[in-house]
């Protein structure tokens, strides 16, 4: 796992070899440290995170801007939420 920050000024999560639920957990997490608007990228490869971030995002508030899988890696684009009122 590695935290890194790409050229487009996202942060990268790099959670690809992690089982449930330490995916959804780490994004959680993640989320937590970012300022509103920040965008969050996610890889990893555990399938069932194809359910479990989603559903993160939907009690969150956070926008999931982006879903792929390329090569078994699945990867989220997420927009982190502006600061409530």
Known sequence: ???????SGADD????GLKCP??????????R????GRRLV???????AAIDIP????ET???LEA??????VLVFEIRRAAADG
């Open 1 to 7: 796992m590695s935290d890194t920050t790409d050229e």
């Open 22 to 31: 330490l995916p959804v957990l780490r994004t959680r997490k993640a989320l």
């Open 42 to 48: 996610v890889r990893c490869t555990d399938p069932l």
């Open 33 to 36: 440290g970012l300022p509103p």
């Open 13 to 16: 999560l790099d959670l690809r």
């Open 55 to 58: 559903h993160l995002l939907h």
């Open 67 to 72: 879903a792929r899988e390329a090569g078994g």
């Open 61 to 63: 508030g956070d926008r």
